[in-house]
Each structure stands twice: as C-alpha cells, then as structure tokens.
C-alpha cells in the first residue's frame, strides 16, 4: 500500500507541475500502474460528476461569448469606482458573487485588474484587496451550487438523505463569514501604499506606469443581460429542484416510483440553459468553446477524469488496511479529516478533484455526512503555494509592487486571509451543524 501511495503521489505532484491537462492525464498513468502493475481493480469512473461539470461549462462558456461575464465586468467596475474606499470589503463580495454565479473561481480573472487600478487611484495598498478577492473567489466554489466541488460533493451524499439546501444552508453562511473575516484582516496588511518601499522605489525609478485602466466595453448590454438572465434563473431552478423533491418529475422503474436524479436535472437543465443562450442572443457556439471558460472548465473534467479515478482506485483497493490504520484517529477526531482536505488539496489544484478522490474515503470511516458538509471549506487550500493562476494574476495586476511573494516563498500575501477564511469558514461550519 505504501508503494502504491507513493506512485499516486508523484502522480498528482508531476502532474500538478505540468499543468492544463497534465494533472488528469498523469493520473491515467497512475491508474494504468494500479491496475497493470499492483493489480487492483479499477473502480467506475466518475461519469456523472463530469457530465454535469460539462453542462455546466457548456453554459458558462455560452453566456461568456455573449457577453455575459464583460457585463458583469462592468457592473462591479461600476460599483468599486462609487465606493472606492470600501474597497477591501466590496472587491471579497464581488469576486464571491461572480464566482456563485457562475460555478468557477476563473471568473474572478476580468474584476482583478479593475480592482488593483481602484485601489491604486484610491491610494490604497493593492495587496488589501486583491489578496482577499482571489481567496473569496475561492470559497465561493464551495457555497455554489453549480460548482464541479459541489456537484461532486451533493453526488457521493445523495445517497445519505443530502440535498442541495442542506449543503448551501451551511457552506454559503460559513464561507460567506469566513471571507468578510478574511477582509477585515486586510484592512490593517502592510504599511499605507504613500509609505510602501517598494512602491516608492518603484516612482522613484520610473518603474510605475500611470495607464488608466477600464474594464472591457460590452458590445451589445441587450443580448449580455439576457444571457446573463437566462444563466441565473438556471441556477435558481437547480436550487429549487435541489431542495424541494416534491417539485422533481417522477418516474415509474419496476414496481418503485423514482424521482429524478438531480445530476440529469443540473444537466438538463445548463444544457438548455447554453441552447437558449445561443439561440436567443444569436451566439455563435463557436466562440464559447474557444473562450477561457470552457478551456478552464475542459481542463477540470479531464483532471477529475484522471486523478478522481486513481483515487477511487487506490482507496477501494486498501479499504481494509486505511481502516484499519486510521478509523480509531478519525473517529475521535473527526475535524483531522478536513486537514487531510486541506492538504490533499494543495497537491490538486481543484476542489473537485480532492472531494472526488478523498471523500469516498471519509464515508467509508463512518463520518457523519454534516459533518463532512462542515469540512468542504477545508478543500480551498490551494492558495498555500502560490502558484495557482488567479494567484499569479493578481501579482502581475498590481503595478505597485505590494502584492507579492516573500523571500521564503510561504509568506506570500495570500497565506494569511486563506487560512483567516478556511478556519472561519470550517469552525463556523463544525458550529452550525450541531444545531441542524
């Protein structure tokens, strides 16, 4: 077993180094020694995880090629430039919001430079807002209810009397407070930008430019705001029809009345969502697939494809032996579960992939389903190294130079509003579940 750790180890590390597609193809190889060098048996792949996470994109990328996320843009431009000095709080709530929106933390690319040029103008130290921005887009995959990570997560509890609500009604409040709790943190980070040493050098060697920068114009508002429309009154029916079964289309199977199964609902349901996009606004589909959504979307699907099935695999083959090592630990103290989270999700990269891969794990070991509810905040560590490309763009959006990695790498301006955020998010949640 300890052998076999390790080849799915450098797996996902090789992988994660690759990049794009790499993390998911490298877990193929990874399943391919599992399966042909140790002979375990390959459990199914996660096809309806990736299903929905497509027709989700598919959606995501329709109403990005209409316009739809510039739209947004510019609606959050609008609302920084009115309350410039509220910035470090305002810049955490819009990045949250778009991210909720739209099930993906990519989004938070177009409003980052918007909010390094605010706080610039405003005098503020960049590093403030945008620190906490990029860790509230974020947490926001795990309040979302059409985010890979929680369809992943609502898929494996399904089957445990789990709904939609049952997830939002105690992933959005925590991770909502940890954000905020993040932001007031930042308010105090660093020293005042006048006062800043490397912004000073920076104007004193002409290094800063004073290029004003503006969000992209939206072509035609008309055709954004009804893709925009038809994207959140889908989400919305994913809501309801999560929450209240009653609402579901029943069907007869056997001799059993069966209600339909909220995967084929979220994929129905993004899947004429992105027809009525293109359809109604004259959206040519071409465009979706080519633009940063739907690459960014392929590339997680691939990921989940590849290293949520090496996962499976490993974990259902030495089932007995984890058991056996760790059930007493577990039990006893269930929250180190949501470190294992944490951890495994720096080495991922994605939320949805570390649920996939470890949580078949926490509910073999007996763990109430709330209580993992409560731990899903903790899959949000991979601010820890920081390389991750909302991470980077942030740095390289603000001209000033204060945000920044440090020396010994870890102490880079990220570290401290994550862990505020995840903490806040998952001790709130270990909270809020003994009263539900």
Request: aromatic share 8%; charged share 10%.
């Amino acid at each position: 077993m300890t052998l076999q750790l390790f080849f799915v180890l450098v797996a996902i590390i090789i992988g994660a180094r690759i990049g794009g597609i790499g993390l998911g193809v490298l877990g193929g190889l990874g399943l391919g020694i599992l399966t042909f060098g140790f002979g375990l048996q390959p459990t199914s792949p996660p096809i309806d995880v990736m299903l929905m996470i497509v027709a989700v994109i598919a959606a995501a990328s329709c109403m990005q090629a209409a316009g739809g996320l510039d739209l947004m843009v510019k609606w959050a431009e609008k609302l920084l430039r009115k309350n410039p000095r509220q910035i470090t709080l305002l810049s955490p709530i819009v990045t949250y919001l778009f991210t909720f929106i739209a099930g993906t933390g990519h989004v938070a690319y177009s409003v980052l430079p918007v909010i390094a040029e605010v706080a610039t103008e405003t005098k503020i130290r960049p590093e403030r807002p945008l620190s906490i921005a990029v860790i509230a887009s974020q947490q926001a995959i795990t309040a979302s209810p059409i985010s890979a990570a929680t369809v992943a997560l609502l898929s494996m509890l399904s089957g445990y009397g789990i709904s939609l609500m049952n997830i939002l009604l105690i992933a959005v409040p925590c991770t909502l407070l940890g954000v905020l709790a993040g932001a007031l943190y930042c308010l105090k980070v660093g020293k005042e930008l006048e006062q800043d040493p490397e912004y000073l050098r920076r104007l004193a060697n002409h290094e800063f430019s004073d290029l004003h920068y503006e969000a992209k114009g939206v072509e035609n508002q008309r055709k954004a705001g009804i893709s925009v429309l038809i994207f959140i009154l889908a989400t919305i029916a994913i809501v309801v029809f999560g929450s209240m079964e009653s609402l579901r289309p029943v069907f007869e199977i056997g001799t059993k009345n069966v209600p339909m199964r909220m995967s084929h609902i979220i994929e129905v349901l993004m899947l004429t969502a992105a027809a009525l996009i293109l359809l109604l606004t004259k959206t040519d589909g071409m465009q979706a697939a080519r633009g940063s959504v739907f690459s960014a979307g392929m590339q997680a699907v691939v990921a989940i494809f590849g290293i949520a099935w090496m996962g499976d695999t490993f974990i259902a083959g030495n089932m007995a032996e984890l058991e056996g090592s760790i059930e007493q630990v577990i039990t006893e103290m269930p929250w180190l579960f949501g470190l294992a989270l944490f951890v495994m999700s720096i080495l991922l990269f994605s939320q949805a992939a570390t649920i996939r891969a470890l949580l078949p794990l926490g509910i073999a070991l007996g763990i109430s389903p709330y209580m993992l509810i409560a731990l899903f905040p903790a899959v949000n560590g991979y601010f820890f190294i920081p390389n991750y490309p909302t991470v980077v763009a942030a740095i390289n959006f603000d001209r000033t130079g204060t945000t920044h990695i440090g020396k010994y790498v870890f102490n880079h301006s990220f570290m401290m509003p994550g862990l505020i955020a995840t903490g806040v998010s998952v001790g709130l949640g270990l909270l809020l579940i003994q009263f539900l």
